[in-house]
Each structure stands twice: as C-alpha cells, then as structure tokens.
C-alpha cells in the first residue's frame, strides 16, 4: 500500500504531536515524534512518503497537489483541538478523493467514537503509537488492538484497549531521512540539523492536567535507541531533542543510554526531566554524554497547588533539583502551568519570584488547558469552566482557554505576558544569553525566537 504520513496545513503553526496540540510558543517547531515512530512501524509493509505541511509551510492547495501527486491508498494523518475545524475539513476532501483515513491527536484522545461518529470520513483513531495497531487496522483487523478506535464494516464503532500499558516495546527504527531537512527549528540545539527521538513512551506519573501521565510507561530497549542514534549519527546530525518526557525514569537503563553516548562523544542533547528524579551520579553521566540543557517541570510555587495535581514534590525539591542540575553545569529550563482554578494575581506573582530565584535560563510557561482524557479536564467540565461541545483549544498560550476563579480570560492572558516580558527583558539575563552562545547557529535561533516570543507577548 502506498502510505502517507500527513501533518495537514493550517492558517498558523501548529505542533500537533503525542497528544497535545498548540500553535508554537515562539518560533520552534520540531519534528512530530507521533509520524516518526509510526513511520518505522509503517515502512515495514508498505510505501511511505511524509508530508508535514507545518515544516514545508504549505498551504492547503500545494498540500492537497503534493498528495495527489503521490496517490496513496490511506493517510495516516495528525489532527489537534488547535485546529481542528480545519483539519476536518482538509482530511473529508481527501477521504472524498478515494484515500482511506486514519487520525491521532489529542481532540480523539477523549469521545472518540462520538468522534468517528460524527466524521464519516475517518475510517479509524490511534490511541497508542508505539502499537502495531496502525499497521492491522491497514490489513484490516478490527478486533485486536493495544488501543485504537475502529469503524467496522457494520457500521459499529468501537473501541478497543488491550494494552500492554507497561513494560518495554519495539519499534523499526523511525525512518528520519523521509522528513523535510529543512523547516524544524529548535531553540535549544546547539547546531544544526537536529533530530527528534523518543527512547520511551507515556509517563508513570499521575499529574492530574498532563496526558502524557494517562498512556501509560513502555521502553525502547536501550540498543535500539543506539542503532536509531547511530544511523542519524552515520547522515551528520550530531543534535538531538529527546522527547522522553522524564528522562532517567528508569535510573538503571538512563545510565547504560549515557554511557554508550559517552562512548560515542559526538553527541549535543536537550532532555525533559523532573527536579526529583535526576541524582547527582545521573547528571554527571548525562552531562558526560553530551547533554546540555534540560527541560525540568516546576508547574507552581504553591505547595498545595502542587499537592491538588498529584506532581508528587513540593517547591523545597524543586529548588534542590534545579541547584542540582546547575552545579553539574547544563542549562535549565523550567516549565510552569498558570492558570489553573486556584490562580490569582498574588500566585502568578509567587510563580514569577521563583522562576527568577532559580535563575533559569529559560522559563516556559504554559497555560492551564482542560487536555483530553485528563482528570483535570473532568474536574473543569464539572466546575462548568467549558463544556463537552468545546472542541478548540490552543495549548500555546497564544490565548487564555478557562478563567479562574478570580481572574476572566483577558486578564489572565495580560498577566502571563507581563510574567514573560519581566522574565525575558532583564538587562542582567540578556547579557547572560549572549555570553553563553557558542555558536552562530545559536546565536540566530535565539534571537530568532526570543523576538517571536516577544511579539507574542507585548
Ligand atoms: S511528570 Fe511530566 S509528563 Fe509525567 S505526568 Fe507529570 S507533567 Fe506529565
């Protein structure tokens, strides 16, 4: 069969990918780590081509020629709640010219057979990418999945989860060369080009608003990480952004990843982990093997808030954890959620206080979004901050989606720009930035997103 991995074409950028979906927060844009692993899974059986109308800035006319050109049988395509409206739209045209369609994303994440219900045109949803059920339900199974939703030709939709949810999984390597190598941008990659690799997939924490938190936990075994790495290695990518959303969860299995890439010593990486999860013995290894900036979750300043959304830390361990990750000389990154319920004026404030205090190099925040499947999104439909019916919503931050309960929409969106302007426009920090550049590679991409995360935010 010839099989089309699509990232559809939108009015702005959107990054769909591993169930979440926003239009991007600055200016970066990398590879969706959904379409990557699937290509490997895919290219197995049958003929594959990737289209990702986001890198290739294509719109829906030059889109819909480039898959008319290649002719598949079935499009296996991202979709988001960011856009929704439009990727149905493009994705009905394209199942109306004779392609079969199968979806993933975050909108089908939660109702999905109200979801193919409603979407004639969507043959079926993927639950679970590191699965074969993208590959059976090609061949026609429609019974036996880890977790898809599938219209039968009775016309009954279903859906099935037989997992496993846990353990190790294996995937053929994902097949980067079928990616556009130009049009993914990442600010914290040293060089260029960079590639985007998951060595695990879920997460084994609970965090009450994260989806990642409701997949489940599986690993890569360690050496088929190493042959993907290699193989990059062997086309020049000497970058790469683990999409691991704890890296070190398993201490063990980190330490052998690391000490392999030490070996190899050709490697720069960026990872995501959590302020309690890396020791000292961890970070040492990781910053021996390449590692130069990690992306670690703060969320809040507030013990209880903390506490309310199950992160399993307090604020005391945050502040460990990031002394911890500077003394082994990486960068930081801290994420935070705002926007909760519980926010105030007063809280946001606290949250700013200790992103300066830890003296990030980087703050990230991210506004609170009733994400699919996630229990905060059963606490905020029962609170009546949205309802069922709300379909569209960006998880960038472009835009407030829920008020508070003492802040409305507008008002929380003008405090988190002014938290990213006091944050960003330190005379000290932007002399700091510029004395840790190591390269003109850097040096553009940074001024290349802190201007966009600026204008997004005046
Ligand atoms: S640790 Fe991170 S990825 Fe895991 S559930 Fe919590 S917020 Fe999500």
Redesign the pocket.
Known sequence: MRVLLLNPPGKRIYIRDYFCSKTTKSNYLFHPVDLLVLSGTLAREHEIAVLDCMAERLDPEAARARIAAFAPDAIVSLVGSVSWDEDREFLAREAQRGARVLAIGDVLQEASEQRLAENAWLEAALHDFSSEDAPRILAGERDEFCDATVRRADGSIARVRRGPRKGSFRVPRPRHELFPREGYRFSFARRAPFATVLSDY??????T??????LGFKTRPVTDVLEELDALRARGVREIFFMD??FGVLRERALELCGELERRGDLGWTA?T?PDTADDELLAAMKRAGCHTLIL?V?SASDEVLAAY???YRASVVREGFARVKRHGLRTVG?F?IGLPEEDEASLARTLELALELDLDFMSLNMAVPRFGTPFRARALELGLCGPADLVMDQGGADAFLPTSTLDRGAMLALKKRMVRRFYLRPGYLLRRLASVRSLHELRAQAREGLALLTRNV
Do not use: L, S
């Open positions: 879920g997460c084994p924490y609970p965090c608003f994260c989806v990642i938190g409701t959303q704890t995501f959590r979750g969320e199950k992160k399993g994420t959620i």
